[in-house]
C-alpha cells in the first residue's frame, strides 16, 4: 500500500482521486463487510496493481488548516474536528488569487483521458485512478409508481431511456466499456421477461476474464438491520410502509394491476407520493445497491459509482423523532420512501468505525473513532430535507445543499440560517439558488463556497444527491443547467481529490434531458473528459482580454454569474457564519425571490 507520506503529498497535490488524510500504518486486506447482514456478490478489480487502498480514518493533525476560495472565504478545519467560516464581505472585489488555500494543481493537458499523476505516484494510488466506475440499475425500479400518474410514467420512461444509454455504453467497441461496470439487478421472478443484451454475463466474476462491462446481478432488498442502523429509519415506519403495501395487495385489480397506485392511506392523502404494489420492494432494493455501491467503492474495488433506481430517496425522514419543520412522519413525502442515502450514509459509518479498530488496535493514532466523517452533496432542485433531519444533529455528518429558493418543500428546508443543532454547528449548509441561474452561478458556488467547506470538513467519503431536476426545461422547476454541467462536476470532484465519492440518481422529470445528463455524468465519472474541458464546452472559460469580471479556479480564469446572483451567495455564506445576522440589511418580504435580503 502506499505509505502515508506519499499519500499525504498526493493529496495535497489536489490531482488525484485519493483519500487527503494519512491512512493507517497497517494494510488490512479483508474487504469491509457486516457480517449479520445479507453481503453482495463478491466484485472483481480491474486494471488494479493493488488489493485496495486504505482510506484514512484517523483523527484530523492537531494542526488548524484553512482554505480559503479564491473569492476570499476562509474554511478552517481543526484537530478537534470544528469547522468555522469567515465570510469576505467584500465580494468579488477581493479575489484570493492563485495563492489561495490549497488550489494549486499539476498542470493537466485538457485534451488527455485521465487526470495526470505526479512524478513518483506509488503504485497503490495509480491503481485506485484506474479502477472502474460501478453502476447499478433494478428491473424492479421500472414498477416504483413512487408518485402519481403523471410522475410515474416520466418515471418508468426515464428509467427505460437510462437502460438504453447503458447498454449502448457497454457495448463492445464503446470506448466506455472498459471503465465501467454496469450490474443490472433482477428478482428471479424477473428473470424470465428480461431481454439481456448478447454480451451479458450471469456472473460478475465473468467480467474480469472476459472484458465485459455488463453482468446480470441479484437484485436483494435492505433489510430492517441496514434501514434502522443510527436510527435513520424507525421500526414504526417501516411497519406503516408494511401495512401500505398490504393495502395495495388488497385492492389490487388482476385487469388494472400496471396501473394501479394508492395516493391515500387510512383516509389520509400521502404527501406528494404514490404507492403501489412494488413500491417497497423497488424502494428497499434502491437501498440495498446504493449501500453496496458505497461499501464496493470505500473497500476500492471501484473508482466511484452511479446508482440510478427510484424511487428518489433525499425527502424521506424515516424516523419520526427527527422530522422537522414541514416534514410530515411515518409518511413518505416527495416521491421518497426510504431514505436511502442516510441509510448508506450510517452503513459507510459503520464500516468505516470497524476498519479504524482493526488498523490501530493499539490505539496509536489517538482514541477510536466509532463512526466515520460523511459528506453528503446535494444538488437537487429540491432542498433535500430528508438528509438535513436526519443528521441535522450530528458533527460526523456535513449535509451540503444547492437548490432553488422559494420553491416547494418551502423555505423552512434549504435556509442558510439552519446550520445545525448545538454540538454540530456548521455541519448543514444551504445555498439557495435564485430561480433562473444556470451553470455559471452552479460552478462559482461548487468550487468557491461547497467545495472548501467539503474540503475542510475532511470526509472519508461523499455522497452525491445527483437529481437532474435543475436542467433547463424540467417541468417542475425554474432553473437552467446544462446536462455538460453534471459531466464537469464529476470530473470535477475526481479532480479536486477530497474523498471517494459515489453519486445516487434523484429527482428529474423530463426523461430525455435526464439522460443527456446522465451521459455527461457518465464521461465525468469514467474520466474520459477532464474538467477543464467541460468548463470549455460550458462557454465559461474567460477569453484573453475580456473584461467581464472573473475569477481563478486551478489555473483556469472562469467567468463570474450576474451580480445578484454572487451577493445571494455570499448572504447565505454570511448568515452560515452567523445565522442572526442581517445582511442584506432589509426585512424579508413575503414571497421575496433571490437577490440580497431574501432571507
Keep these: 500500500m502506499a505509505s502515508s507520506d506519499a499519500l499525504d503529498t498526493l493529496a495535497q497535490a489536489d490531482s488525484v482521486v485519493i483519500p487527503s488524510i494519512p491512512s493507517a500504518p497497517q494494510a488490512v486486506s479483508d474487504p469491509v463487510v457486516d457480517v449479520a447482514e445479507p453481503q453482495p456478490a463478491a466484485r472483481p478489480e480491474h486494471g488494479t496493481t493493488a488489493s485496495r487502498v486504505e482510506h484514512s480514518h484517523q483523527p484530523p493533525d492537531p494542526t488548524a488548516r484553512v482554505w480559503t476560495s479564491e473569492m476570499g472565504t476562509s474554511f478552517t478545519s481543526t484537530g478537534g474536528g470544528d469547522l468555522s467560516i469567515t465570510a469576505n464581505d467584500n465580494g468579488v472585489e477581493h479575489p484570493g488569487g492563485d495563492d489561495a488555500g490549497e488550489w494549486e494543481d499539476v498542470e493537466t493537458d485538457s485534451d488527455a483521458d485521465d487526470v495526470a499523476l505526479q512524478s513518483g505516484a506509488d503504485a497503490a494510488a495509480v491503481a485506485f485512478v484506474e479502477r472502474r466506475v460501478l453502476l447499478i440499475t433494478n428491473e424492479v425500479s421500472k414498477q416504483a409508481k413512487c408518485g402519481d400518474w403523471a ?46 443484451p448478447d454480451y451479458a454475463t450471469e ?98 474495488e471501484f473508482s466511484t459509482a452511479f446508482v440510478l433506481c427510484r424511487p428518489p430517496t433525499h425527502h424521506a425522514v ?71 433531519d436526519t443528521w441535522y444533529g450530528e458533527a460526523d455528518v456535513l449535509h451540503v445543499n444547492l437548490s432553488e429558493a422559494q420553491i416547494w418543500p418551502g423555505n423552512e428546508h434549504g435556509d442558510p440560517r439552519q446550520v445545525g443543532a448545538k ?46 431536476d435543475a436542467l433547463d426545461g424540467d417541468p417542475y422547476a425554474s432553473m437552467a443547467l446544462s446536462p455538460t454541467w453534471f459531466g464537469w462536476l464529476a470530473a470535477e470532484l475526481h479532480e479536486c481529490a477530497i474523498a471517494p465519492f459515489v453519486f445516487n440518481l434523484e429527482g428529474g422529470y423530463d426523461p430525455d434531458l ?33 473584461s467581464a469580471k472573473q475569477y481563478t479556479h486551478r489555473g483556469t480564469e472562469i467567468l ?13 455564506v454570511a448568515l452560515h457564519a452567523d445565522p442572526k445576522s442581517n445582511p442584506g440589511g432589509k426585512k424579508k418580504k413575503k414571497g421575496a425571490r433571490g437577490g440580497r435580503g431574501q432571507w
Design 151 to 196: 410522475t410515474n410514467e416520466k418515471y418508468e420512461d426515464l428509467m427505460d431511456g437510462v437502460e438504453k444509454l447503458l447498454r449502448k455504453s457497454v457495448a463492445p467497441g464503446n470506448p466506455l466499456a472498459n471503465r465501467i461496470l454496469w450490474e443490472h439487478r433482477l428478482f428471479e421472478s424477473e428473470r424470465k421477461a428480461f431481454q439481456p
Design 203 to 300: 456472473e460478475v466474476g465473468d467480467c474480469q476474464s472476459s472484458g465485459a462491462a455488463f453482468v446480470l446481478g441479484d437484485a436483494r432488498e435492505a433489510t430492517d438491520v441496514e434501514l434502522c442502523r443510527e436510527g435513520v429509519h424507525s421500526q414504526r415506519y417501516l411497519d406503516e410502509m408494511a401495512a401500505r403495501t398490504a393495502e395495495a395487495v388488497a385492492k389490487l385489480d388482476p385487469i388494472k394491476a400496471r396501473n394501479e397506485v394508492l395516493e391515500e392511506f387510512r383516509g389520509k392523502s400521502l404527501p406528494s407520493a404514490g404507492f403501489a404494489l412494488r413500491t417497497e420492494s423497488a424502494a428497499r432494493a434502491g437501498t440495498a445497491s446504493l449501500i453496496d455501491a458505497t461499501r464496493a467503492v470505500l473497500n476500492g
Design 318 to 388: 424515516g424516523n419520526e423523532a427527527r422530522a422537522r419543520n414541514t416534514s410530515p412522519k411515518l409518511m413518505p413525502y416527495g416521491f421518497c420512501h426510504l431514505n436511502g442515502i442516510s441509510s448508506a450514509v450510517a452503513s459507510a459509518r459503520d464500516a468505516l468505525g470497524k476498519e479504524h479498530a482493526r488498523n490501530d488496535p493499539a490505539g496509536a493514532f489517538g482514541p477510536p473513532q466509532p463512526q466515520g466523517r460523511i459528506a453528503i452533496l446535494d444538488v437537487d432542485v429540491h432542498a433535500g430535507n430528508g438528509n438535513e
Design 423 to 468: 454540538g454540530a454547528e456548521l455541519r448543514n449548509l444551504n445555498f439557495p439558488m435564485p430561480s433562473g441561474e444556470s451553470d455559471a452561478a452552479y460552478v462559482y458556488v461548487l468550487t468557491q463556497h461547497a467545495l472548501p467547506a467539503i474540503r475542510a470538513f475532511q470526509p472519508s467519503l461523499i455522497i452525491v444527491a445527483c437529481g437532474f
Design 514 to 546: 435526464c439522460c443527456m445528463a446522465a451521459k455527461e455524468a457518465l464521461a465525468g465519472l469514467a474520466r474520459t473528459v477532464t474538467a477543464a474541458s467541460f468548463l470549455q464546452r460550458l462557454k465559461l472559460v474567460s477569453r484573453a482580454g475580456s
Design 560 to 572: 463570474l454569474p450576474r451580480s445578484s446572483t454572487v451577493d445571494a451567495v455570499l448572504e447565505a
